[in-house]
């Protein structure tokens, strides 16, 4: 029975995204039901759904009651899931009313297996969140008086007041309703997710925390109120808090995706959830109890253990005790500063003034403008040195309750000042942060500048725990926003093409594998046009190329030495030329062939029409098909690179040259590249990243999982290596990123994994030689 349940839940999308040990979770608390034809599986808004169903024969009819009348509106059948959404995104209560049409037949999966798969796979609980939450939730009036509603109801909340006119339309068009009765537990801290945004129309709520029993950080929602924003923003989507409903109460929801849309458009938008957040963490006991329940998160920076001399104001505001209130306002005014430091000859009378010390202590008690600032000034100032961490700077302004910090340096002079505002306001220095940066850049300059932050970035993420893969991952999408924003420069230079295409990239960007030194691999693929007009369409995209390759060089992507771009006459070309170009390199699969293979059909869209790049995909595994002859080719030239290692198991390095004692760590890890390309466009699989290569090769059964645990460890530990050279040799050598490692600066320790990693990959081309080529 229970191979029976594994092979058919493994057959379906819905399940692809789980690991092996989650399906043989679900699998083993599974169990087959049968219900009669007429059953009531459920009650819209009553039922609560504590086991969801798989149908593996027989159907569901679901009905929507809204007003005492139900409706038809929809049918589950066989491969179909029933209360998936229900348990995830509605605590558990049946969205729906359901009966049964025919016998059924169903694999039946406890609630809380469910909700437990939720928490550690984010890709599941997203594909049931993209594929099956549309409509679900409650628009019961007609469309045009719940739009009119809705927006009455968003313009009245923060932080949706901050919105333009259009957004604010828009979010109420994607907003829906939905309805908890009392008791309800909607979330649990840290094991639920949140999809949506939250906002309290009617009833009541409470947030908490609980503890060994105990309900803490106690906060009741009324009208308004908003949940889900920080717990999205910030923790992964992990609900921060627990949610309990007191009152029977009506939520309206706006989709996670348009809340991520609106965040990254309008800062104050997310600022505002992001402040809240951090002002709250300047709170001892929120940040103590709060810390238990943040997930850590890769994708960004640990904030707190970075050095002050990242984020302090280096030109403090100086004015004298003696000066009267009303020239230091002045001198605050001038130089556009909320605080001012006093200055005097006892460092116990050094002080500060800020703008809240003019508003409460002159203004609200009417202290003429012209008695001496020291008068008001708050002293002594404390103070902490350049050399600390933000963290013990927080800790400092945590535990003796103040707002600023003077930063000190060796011979106690004051060199610079810290604000709590300071330290909010840097949680937004992460990735995200920069992203935002990039895309709201005006010119070319800006551009280059957060591309210089780079090296700092990723090694404080290193340096913070990120693995190789999300390095990789952070790395690509800074440079995907770079590019689209320089497309988009291009387009304006340029005016509007004269027909559809795509800025394709290839090789390592086109496998979302970008380390810090990476050059240009790109080329541009255009819609055919008419014969009339084909050189006139050429000519604009030929210059496009030039004008796009040229920023990206000014940039810091260096022009490529064997010329693969785009302002190449040969790589700017329609797509029936590009469907040429690779039956021709299948085909013939000489030397020259090959190479152009091994960096082109490692593509992706960088820019522009998708279903260009679609199309040549298609035509790509519609050509490799039954043409055995060009993977013997490819994996004979594969073969060709091999493991820095010699007879006797010593490496074998440069003896000579600026890299003497040095090996190449990127073509050490071209044999792991090579090994997931060959076998990826032999079984079909779309990735072109190499970690999802060999991820969907397992999924496929084309290699074990201990094949597969065994590759992944391998790159991910090449790739770190690589990782921490280039970023020493830019921030420690002051040179250029380069992937020369010598092993006698390595650890024992990682010289042992190295040449362990080596075997193992000649182990795997030794594997490729045999499928591909037949000789063992």
């Given amino acids: 029975m229970k191979d029976g349940i594994f092979r058919f839940l493994s057959s379906m999308p819905h399940f ?67 209360g998936g959404i229900s348990v995830m995104l509605n605590a558990g209560i049946s969205l729906r009313t359901a009966k049964v049409d025919t016998d059924l037949h169903a694999i039946s999966i406890p609630d809380s297996v469910i909700m437990e798969i939720c928490t550690k796979n984010k890709a599941f609980y997203e594909y049931f969140l993209a594929n099956f939450s549309n409509n679900i939730f409650d628009k019961s009036l007609d469309a045009i008086t719940w739009v009119v509603q809705a927006r009455l109801f968003l313009s009245a909340i923060d932080p949706f007041t901050f919105l333009p006119e259009d957004e604010l339309d828009r979010a109420a068009q994607a907003l829906s309703r939905i309805t908890y009765p009392r008791g309800t537990v909607a979330f649990v801290q840290g094991k639920t997710r949140v999809g949506y945004l939250y906002m309290l129309q009617k009833g009541a709520a409470e947030r908490y925390f609980e503890e060994k029993g105990a309900k803490k950080m106690r906060d009741l929602l009324s009208e308004g109120d908003l949940f889900g924003g920080i717990s999205m923003l910030l923790n992964d989507g992990l609900a921060v808090r627990t949610l309990e409903v007191i009152e029977d109460s009506t939520f309206c929801v706006l989709p996670s995706r348009v809340f991520f849309e609106l965040c990254e458009k309008y800062s104050v938008f997310s600022d505002f959830f992001s402040d809240t957040f951090g002002k709250r963490m300047l709170s001892r006991s929120y940040a103590a109890i709060i810390a238990k329940t943040l997930q850590p998160q890769e994708g960004s920076l640990q904030f707190f253990n970075q050095p002050l001399s990242q984020i302090y104001s280096r030109n403090p505001v100086f004015c004298d005790a003696v000066d009267s209130i009303k020239d230091a306002a002045g001198t605050m005014m001038r130089q556009k500063s909320s605080y ?128 190789a893969k999300n390095v990789t991952r952070f790395i690509t999408t800074v440079s995907d926003a770079i590019l689209n924003k320089l497309m988009s420069m291009t387009l304006d230079a340029m005016g509007p093409p004269p027909a559809p295409f795509a800025f394709m990239i290839l090789g390592s960007e086109g496998r979302q594998e970008q380390t810090l030194k990476t050059d240009q691999d790109n080329a541009i693929v255009y819609q055919d046009p008419k014969p009339a007009a084909a050189e006139v369409v050429k000519a604009y995209f030929l210059k496009f190329g030039d004008i796009a390759c040229t920023y990206l060089d000014r940039v810091g992507y260096d022009f490529c030495t064997g010329d693969v771009m785009a302002k190449n006459p040969l790589w700017c070309q329609p797509v029936s030329q590009w469907k040429r170009y690779f039956s021709d390199w299948i085909h013939a699969a000489e030397a020259e062939d090959l190479l152009q293979a091994s960096i082109f059909f490692d593509f992706r869209c960088g820019f522009g029409e998708k279903t260009l790049i679609a199309e040549l995909r298609n035509h790509l595994f519609a050509s490799l098909d039954g043409w055995s002859g060009f993977f013997r080719h490819m994996t004979e030239n594969a073969l060709h690179f091999k493991p820095p290692l010699g007879f006797f198991r010593s490496f074998v390095v440069e003896s000579k040259g600026r890299h003497r004692n040095a090996f190449d760590i990127k073509s050490a890890m071209t044999p792991i590249v090579d090994f997931a390309r060959v076998y990826a466009l032999k079984n079909g699989v779309d990735e072109t990243n190499t970690l999802e290569r060999l991820d969907q090769l397992r999924i496929k059964k084309v290699i074990s999982l201990q094949e597969f645990e065994e590759l992944e460890k391998a790159y991910s530990f090449l790739m770190q290596l690589r990782f921490v050279r280039q970023i020493t040799a830019v921030t420690d050598d002051n040179q250029k990123p380069d992937n020369y490692i010598t092993p006698k600066k390595l650890t024992h320790i990682e010289q042992t994994m190295l040449k362990e990693i080596f075997k193992r990959v000649e182990k795997f081309q030794a594997k490729m030689n045999f499928e591909f080529i037949g000789i063992a």
């Fill in 340 to 467: 001012a430091v006093i200055r005097s000859n006892d460092p116990e009378q050094v002080g500060i003034v800020t703008e809240r010390d003019f508003a409460r202590k002159v203004i609200a008690c009417g202290l003429s403008i012209d008695q001496p600032v020291g008068s008001i000034m708050s002293a002594p100032l404390r103070t902490i040195s350049d050399k600390a961490l933000v963290f013990e700077a927080m800790m400092t302004m945590m535990e003796e309750d103040f707002q600023h910090l003077g930063i000190r340096d060796a011979a106690e002079n004051i060199i610079g000042m810290l604000s709590s505002k300071d330290i909010l306001a840097y949680q937004g220095q992460s990735p995200l942060f920069l992203l935002r940066e990039i895309q709201m850049a005006t010119g070319l300059d800006i551009i280059i500048e957060k591309h210089q932050q780079l090296p700092r970035l990723v090694r404080s993420l290193i340096h913070s725990g990120a693995t």
């Fill in 16 to 82: 692809s995204f789980l690991t092996k040990e989650e399906l043989d979770l679900v699998v083993s608390k599974a169990e087959l039901i049968h219900l009669p034809k007429g059953h009531p599986v459920s009650t819209q808004g009553k039922t609560r759904i504590e086991n969801v169903l798989v149908i593996m024969r027989g159907q569901l009819s679901l009905y929507q009651d809204d007003h005492g009348e139900p409706e038809l509106s929809g049918y589950i059948k066989q491969g179909e899931v029933f």
